[in-house]
């Protein structure tokens, strides 16, 4: 019988993280068509921020995933078994292909804002498709930044989006009557951005400039990390005339963001999970 097309066996095992190499090589030699180094089951990843001096501490355990066709996977199996317990799971194309998509739903921000991907799109959604640049509107930074946006509208006629990514952000503000502009030091933010415009059919520009070229707004937006934000807190000042929107601050440097802001007023401070949400307002 021949090899079933389309198809896989995923086999995966727990182990010292000292032996992957070794038991990665013995699963290609076994005929791997690939391997992968993943957290062991109920560990979360500690990944390296832009504030840490040192690589955070590795677990001691990972857990090895590899992948053959079905007639390679017994022999594979009893290879690997000599490293500890396996598991086996079927593995078809079409798993590859769409189960990333099942990540990512419409978002609900009001009744007048809905952003979606495109497979889930209904007419007046805002159309963000996942991709190179962040922001679709599901972390909740980034659903902060669009609710200040809807909820702070009213009272702007333009709006700056600081670090766009998607942006999403700026195309918000186009969507609610605003004249909106979006910045990011990544060329393929802009390129995206640019695209997401033209896909939702909204005027709003991108570009790459340096904030220090750019002129006020009545509401400037940004979702950034904290320390990013605090090195750009003389140019925020500047620009912001009526409201300044930020997300992507962790709450223990909330703080230390607010000072570098003075003398410029929090209205609204919100806290969901590890990530605090400011308002503030010019003195």
Known sequence: MGTEVNAWVELRLVLDRTRFPLASQAAFEAGALGVE????PGEVPAFRQPWDTHEPPASPTCTLKAWFTPEQAPLAHATLAAWGEVARARIHETDW????????????VSDRLTVSPPWTAQAG?????????????????????????????????????????????????????????GVDIDPDSVRAARANALLNGLDATFDERALGSLQPADLVVANLYAEVLT??????????????????????????????????????????????HLRLVPA
């Not at 292909?97 to 609900?108: M, N, S, Y």
């Not at 300044?244 to 999970?273: C, K, S, Y």
């Open 37 to 40: 180094e993943a957290p062991a």
């Open 97 to 108: 292909a769409d189960a990333w998509r099942q990540h990512h739903h419409p978002v609900v």
């Open 125 to 181: 959604d805002l159309v963000i498709p996942p991709g190179n640049a962040f922001g679709t509107g599901d972390h909740a930074t980034t659903f902060a930044c669009l609710r200040a946006i809807e909820e702070l509208s009213s009272e702007a006629a333009s709006c700056l989006d600081v670090g766009c990514g998607s942006g999403v952000l700026a195309l918000a503000a186009a969507r609610a009557g605003l004249t909106a502009h």
């Open 231 to 276: 090195d750009m807190a003389p140019q925020l000042r500047r620009l912001t005339r009526k409201h300044l929107a930020l997300a992507g601050i962790l709450a223990d440097r909330a703080q230390a963001l607010i000072a570098a802001l003075a003398p410029m007023r929090v209205v609204v401070r919100e806290q969901d999970g590890e990530w605090v």
